[in-house]
């Protein structure tokens, strides 16, 4: 079956810029996760979302970060003013709920290139 | 403050054994999850302990001691497709399921 799928795969932008990252998760999966990973770095948790509410925004790293959730599936990160900084893989991983039992099932992650 | 350890590189030849350690301090803990994650790839999930023992899965098994916050995937018969990283990560307190990872241990596999 489908698995979670990410877009853009890659993405350049120029400093100051905005974009957009999009998640589809897993049909049925109604938890959603974000997570960034830098070079050399683990994986950093950004925000999680049930259905279409964000209960856990904590791990967003400044208020030009944020994201949303329609339908209880696809969901889209925005970073606003890009910085240098902010050039990672942003991976994105759904579960079947919320829940210590629920294996995260992660997508292909799109690599954000900040000049 | 929560952290993960586990070392950066480890080296191993084919058809070994080899340990990964991790140690972790999270403000509460619920589980244990080993990923494995090829270079430009989705990490793919290996193992979850929830409770103190081994877990063994084929060639893969985790271990968890929660007492000495303290974990460990082997990995037996190493193959070169093995060569990969390797993230533990624990899922802390609160019911969200977010994962708070280690900075991961990249294992190569030599013939």
């Known amino acids: 079956g489908a698995g979670v799928s990410q877009s853009p795969s890659n993405k350049v932008t120029e400093k100051g810029k905005d974009v957009e990252l999009r998640c589809d998760p897993i049909s049925g999966h109604t938890a959603l996760y974000w997570y960034r990973q830098s070079l050399g770095q683990g994986l950093e948790f950004l925000i999680y979302?049930?259905?279409?509410?964000?209960?856990?925004k904590s791990g967003l790293p400044s208020d030009r970060f944020s994201a949303e959730r329609t339908g209880g599936s696809v969901s889209t990160l925005t970073i606003q003013r890009t910085q240098q900084e902010d050039s990672a893989v942003y991976l994105c991983?759904?579960?079947?709920?919320?829940?210590?039992?629920?294996?995260?099932?992660f997508g292909p992650g799109t690599r954000l290139t900040v000049l | 403050g929560q952290n993960i350890d586990q070392p950066t590189e480890m080296t191993a030849t084919e058809g070994a054994i080899v340990q990964i350690n991790c140690t972790y301090q999270?403000?509460?803990?619920?589980?244990l999850f080993w990923y494995q994650q090829h270079a430009g790839e989705a990490p793919t999930f290996l193992s979850y302990n929830v409770l103190d023992g081994l877990e063994e899965k084929g060639r893969f098994s985790s271990f968890l001691s929660r007492s000495k916050g303290y974990s460990y995937l082997l990995l037996k018969e190493l193959q070169m497709k093995d060569s990969a990283s390797y993230l533990c990560?624990?899922?802390?307190?609160?019911?969200?399921?977010?994962?708070?990872f280690g900075q991961g241990t990249t294992l190569q596999v030599k013939p």
């Open positions: 990560a624990a899922h802390g307190s609160g019911n969200t399921g977010k994962l708070i």
């Open positions: 999270t403000s509460g803990f619920n589980g």
């Open positions: 991983a759904s579960s079947l709920g919320e829940g210590e039992y629920n294996e995260q099932f």
């Open positions: 979302f049930q259905g279409n509410s964000a209960p856990d």
